[in-house]
């Protein structure tokens, strides 16, 4: 079952690009986007992760974390994050369990893992849940979402 807006986030573990342990109960208390994208150096999340990057500072300074999750394994996800020079969590779900724990959708017949992003109050509330898989439309979203609360 897919998490909805209104719904609270489930807690969930994984791995950061780094290898370091990640738990989401960890990050509540302040404003989160969660961005669920397809794989690491495509086009269109390379577009998507270096607009996060860009508009990084101004999702801080509201007081936001920004985290990104696909299924590209820790040394996938660190290639990517230096080379594009990425200053956020990424996490690596190889297993697909957070994926499913969200409900994220896939695309073009089920060969594509979806693009969704989601926006997280301080109370673990989602505010917002955004699916398209144009990449480069999610951080408008975000950033329009963060600065109302």
């Given at each position: ?94 297993s697909k369990k957070i994926r499913t724990l969200f409900g994220v959708p896939t695309h073009f017949f089920g060969l ?29 979203h975000a950033l329009k979402m963060i600065k109302k609360m």
């Amino acid at each position: 079952m897919a998490i909805t807006k209104g719904a609270v986030v489930p807690n969930f573990k994984a791995k950061t690009q780094s290898g370091d342990s990640f738990e989401l109960s960890n990050y509540l208390g302040k404003p989160l986007v969660i961005y669920f994208y397809p794989k690491d150096n495509t086009p269109g999340c390379t577009t998507q992760a270096c607009s996060f990057r860009d508009q990084y500072q101004d999702f801080q300074d509201l007081g936001a974390e920004v985290i990104g999750i696909s299924g590209d394994s820790e040394a996938s996800h660190d290639k990517f994050a230096q080379k594009h020079k990425l200053p956020f969590i990424l996490l690596s779900d190889s297993s697909k369990k957070i994926r499913t724990l969200f409900g994220v959708p896939t695309h073009f017949f089920g060969l594509m893992p979806g693009r969704v992003t989601y926006i997280i109050d301080k109370q673990g509330k989602v505010v917002s849940v955004f699916d398209s898989m144009k990449a480069n439309v999610h951080i408008e979203h975000a950033l329009k979402m963060i600065k109302k609360m």
